[in-house]
């Protein structure tokens, strides 16, 4: 039992360096994540969570929300309290609610702790099954019949499939129960929830597999809505309508993704150059200048922020458009306009240094400096900021801080040898009890225990 116990490690270990939850999509086990970066999207996502988080206990500082693209209809948990959400998900939806729903339904996982049961039923059932397997090879060895080898490994199989897909089914119950307990604290209907599942119902044989019990990783379909349906019977916030501030960030989110993601021609079919909505004027306004109509593309822009000059938004997408056509002082005015209205967007003022850097202007690149400092404080993870910020302090003959900031990006891509390199650099480099060498020393530190 002791080797069993062992191997049963093995292959927990070997499961959950991919992917820890199971609704988690192929990609993220494969390694294969497509991931979607944009400020207003972000926000628009932050303010559905953000009294859901509050309900639930969570603190919103330590949660990160992932969104990547991938068509189809999903949003799961990992370790570390990361949400990711499938722009898919986003496109479909027809309203907030319905985003809102299965947000809070994820967040029933990182309350419910299914991801460290999650990790105990993974080796309850590779255990039944590993003994399935052994007694399937003593049955074999002692009547001669090597066919009973196979049927033992089936019957493994067989055991800790259902075992497991069980446990789950329970989880995801566990989850919808927690997210109308949510939508209710918050005063949000559940009936986002309930329509979102109709429309999950039409994909119902992805989650079946021809109405096969065992073979699904989540309760079926139409036990889910009777649940919900149960709970609107019953709920004071069912009539509540989904917010109009929230309903109008969802279709201006909707409107950028079909813009960006769809292909330009399906995207200029759908919404009609006479169309009024503003998501239809992102949408257009993005396809255009994805077709390289540039002029097009900015008029629809210009004539969005002559209807709302105060929406930092719009002037961020007038910057990407700009950026993206190579305009970078136009790009760079607009940018700066958007942050003036919102200081702490990191992402803009991560393309906005991008672009000051690339002035190859003295002023320009302490600027870009300035508004790394301030990305930093929120995006510190994120290696492309380091580059950046080794590019300007090279071009400003700092050696030491362009060691260090060389150092930061390479660990963040797992470049251990040459992250200790560019530490040690610049620690040689860099004042004794600086800062800066203090953060070298901590690279170096971390590299150690990498080895």
Same mark, same amino acid.
């Given at each position: 039992?002791?080797?069993?116990?062992?191997?049963?490690?093995?292959? =927990?270990?070997?499961?959950?360096?991919?992917?820890?939850?199971?609704?988690?999509?192929?990609?993220?086990?494969?390694?294969?994540?497509?991931?979607?970066?944009?400020?207003?999207?972000?926000?628009?996502?932050?303010?559905?969570?953000?009294?859901?988080?509050?309900?639930?206990?969570?603190?919103? /500082?330590?949660?990160?929300?992932?969104?990547?693209? /991938?068509?189809?209809?999903?949003?799961? =948990?990992?370790?570390?309290?990361?949400?990711?959400?499938?722009?898919?998900?986003?496109?479909?939806?027809?309203?907030?609610?319905? =985003?809102?729903?299965?947000?809070?339904?994820?967040?029933?996982?990182?309350?419910?702790?299914?991801?460290?049961?999650?990790?105990?039923?993974?080796?309850?059932?590779?255990?039944?099954?590993?003994?399935?397997?052994?007694?399937?090879?003593?049955?074999?060895?002692?009547?001669?019949?090597?066919?009973?080898?196979?049927?033992?490994?089936?019957?493994?199989?067989?055991?800790?499939?259902?075992?497991?897909?069980?446990?789950?089914?329970?989880?995801?119950?566990?989850?919808?129960?927690?997210?109308?307990?949510?939508?209710?604290?918050?005063?949000?209907?559940?009936?986002?929830?309930?329509?979102?599942?109709?429309?999950?119902?039409?994909?119902?044989?992805?989650?079946?597999?021809?109405?096969?019990?065992?073979?699904?990783?989540?309760?079926?379909?139409?036990?889910?809505?009777?649940?919900?349906?149960?709970?609107?019977?019953?709920?004071?916030?069912?009539?509540?309508?989904?917010?109009?501030?929230?309903?109008?960030?969802?279709?201006?989110?909707?409107?950028?993704?079909?813009?960006?993601? /769809?292909?330009?021609?399906?995207?200029?079919?759908?919404?009609?150059?006479?169309?009024?909505?503003?998501?239809?004027?992102?949408?257009?306004?993005?396809?255009?200048?994805?077709?390289?109509? =540039?002029?097009?593309?900015?008029?629809?822009?210009?004539?969005?922020?002559?209807?709302?000059?105060?929406?930092?938004?719009?002037?961020?997408?007038?910057?990407?458009?700009?950026?993206?056509?190579?305009?970078?002082?136009?790009?760079?005015?607009?940018?700066?306009?958007?942050?003036?209205?919102?200081?702490?967007?990191?992402?803009?003022?991560?393309?906005?240094?991008?672009?000051?850097?690339?002035?190859?202007?003295?002023?320009?690149?302490?600027?870009?400096?300035?508004?790394?400092?301030?990305?930093?404080?929120?995006?510190?993870?994120?290696?492309?900021?380091?580059?950046?910020?080794?590019?300007?302090?090279?071009?400003?003959?700092?050696?030491?801080?362009?060691?260090?900031?060389?150092?930061?990006?390479?660990?963040?891509?797992?470049?251990?040898?040459?992250?200790?390199?560019?530490?040690?650099?610049?620690?040689?480099?860099?004042?004794?009890?600086?800062?800066?060498?203090?953060?070298?020393?901590?690279?170096?530190?971390?590299?150690?225990?990498?080895?």
């Amino acid at each position: 039992m002791k080797r069993i116990r062992s191997v049963v490690g093995i292959i =927990v270990g070997a499961c959950l360096a991919g992917a820890v939850f199971l609704t988690a999509p192929p990609a993220v086990a494969q390694g294969g994540l497509k991931v979607i970066r944009d400020t207003e999207i972000e926000n628009t996502i932050r303010a559905y969570l953000a009294p859901l988080f509050s309900a639930a206990g969570l603190d919103a /500082d330590t949660m990160r929300v992932t969104i990547v693209n /991938d068509p189809r209809l999903n949003a799961f =948990v990992t370790g570390g309290r990361r949400i990711f959400v499938h722009t898919g998900l986003l496109m479909r939806a027809e309203s907030p609610g319905q =985003v809102i729903g299965v947000l809070a339904h994820e967040i029933g996982h990182i309350t419910g702790g299914h991801l460290a049961r999650l990790q105990e039923a993974l080796e309850n059932a590779t255990t039944k099954s590993i003994i399935a397997m052994v007694l399937g090879g003593a049955v074999a060895i002692a009547s001669g019949n090597p066919a009973g080898l196979g049927a033992g490994a089936t019957a493994g199989a067989t055991i800790a499939q259902r075992s497991m897909l069980a446990y789950n089914r329970t989880m995801e119950q566990s989850a919808d129960q927690t997210a109308v307990n949510l939508l209710d604290e918050t005063g949000q209907s559940a009936q986002g929830l309930y329509d979102f599942l109709h429309i999950l119902k039409t994909q119902s044989a992805l989650y079946t597999a021809g109405g096969n019990l065992y073979t699904s990783s989540h309760p079926l379909t139409k036990q889910r809505i009777d649940f919900v349906e149960q709970h609107l019977a019953h709920s004071k916030f069912t009539n509540v309508p989904d917010r109009p501030d929230l309903m109008a960030m969802h279709r201006r989110m909707r409107g950028k993704l079909k813009g960006f993601l /769809d292909p330009p021609e399906k995207t200029l079919r759908h919404y009609r150059p006479d169309d009024p909505r503003i998501e239809a004027r992102y949408a257009r306004s993005i396809a255009l200048s994805r077709t390289n109509e =540039v002029e097009e593309a900015l008029r629809i822009i210009d004539g969005l922020l002559t209807d709302a000059p105060d929406d930092p938004f719009r002037h961020e997408l007038k910057g990407d458009i700009l950026r993206e056509a190579q305009r970078v002082p136009e790009a760079i005015e607009s940018y700066e306009t958007a942050i003036r209205m919102l200081p702490w967007a990191a992402l803009i003022r991560i393309h906005l240094a991008r672009l000051q850097v690339e002035r190859n202007d003295p002023r320009q690149t302490e600027k870009a400096l300035e508004n790394l400092e301030q990305a930093l404080r929120y995006e510190r993870d994120t290696p492309i900021v380091w580059r950046i910020a080794a590019t300007a302090y090279g071009r400003l003959g700092n050696r030491g801080m362009t060691a260090l900031a060389l150092a930061e990006e390479a660990f963040l891509r797992n470049k251990t040898k040459i992250a200790r390199s560019n530490a040690e650099r610049a620690l040689k480099l860099l004042p004794e009890g600086s800062p800066g060498a203090f953060q070298a020393q901590d690279i170096l530190s971390a590299t150690e225990k990498l080895k």
